[in-house]
């Protein structure tokens, strides 16, 4: 199964794409989480990609593309993957076409995840990371609001730079500009689902396994 997460910042695509990989057993590749380690790890690639990553904007096309291209030569890529937040722009998912096409391999289907505003402006502004296992949650999980450990592992919490206010609206405004039209490229191809991206973490679990 080889399959694509869309939707706005906060739409649930970390989350949801941790749920249906582990269903699938198929390798979950967020490039976002690629590039946080790339940064903490301070390698070439990872202080190229830090600013852009700071500010909201989107990392170059060329540097994501190699890192897909490591991705789909791993061995662990051949049962079959989820793409969560990558393709993020018309360029790289037509490389993305071109490099699946010339490995004989296609895509089976492509999530849509659609989320008012306002409930991605919550999600995201309330969102923590686990520091050790990079589990996603939600302050409004925790009863004085003042979320510290990870109830996963017991790591420590963060909250992204990149989900402070200001950047939150220059990643919304990318989206639109850069990612929407990624909705009509699937369309064409009669790829999209969308889904219905409210309500508790299970129920969109379960809507997203239905659609496909
Ligand atoms: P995410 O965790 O998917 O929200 O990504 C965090 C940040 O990493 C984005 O705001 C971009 O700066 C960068 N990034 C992640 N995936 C991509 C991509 N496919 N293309 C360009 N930049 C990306």
Do not use: W
């Not at 998912?93 to 096409?101: Q, T, V």
């Not at 919304?172 to 889904?195: A, C, M, S, W």
């Amino acid at each position: 199964m080889r399959l694509i997460l869309l939707g706005a910042p906060g739409a649930g695509k970390g989350t949801q794409s941790k749920n249906i990989s582990e269903k699938y057993g198929i390798m979950h590749v967020s490039t976002g989480d690629i590039l946080r380690e790339e940064v903490k790890k301070n390698t070439e690639l990872g202080i190229k990609a830090s600013k852009y990553m700071q500010e909201g904007t989107l990392v170059p096309d060329d540097l994501v593309i190699e890192i897909i291209r490591n991705v789909l030569s791993s061995a662990s890529s051949r049962k079959g993957f989820l793409m969560d937040g990558f393709p993020r722009t018309l360029n790289q998912a037509e490389k993305f076409d071109g490099m699946l096409k010339n490995l004989g391999l296609s895509i089976d289907k492509v999530v849509n995840i659609i989320v008012s505003e306002e409930t991605l402006v919550k999600r995201l502004t309330g969102r923590r990371v686990c520091h050790s296992c990079n589990n996603i949650c939600s302050i409004s999980m925790f009863k004085d609001g003042q979320a510290k450990k990870c109830p996963v592992c017991g790591g420590k919490l963060f909250k992204r730079k990149d989900d402070e206010e200001e950047v939150i609206r220059q990643r919304f405004h990318v989206y639109e500009k850069q990612t929407r039209p990624l909705i009509k490229y699937y369309k064409k191809n009669g790829l999209i689902e969308d889904v219905d991206g409210s309500g508790s973490e299970k129920e969109v679990t379960e809507r997203i396994l239905s659609a496909l």
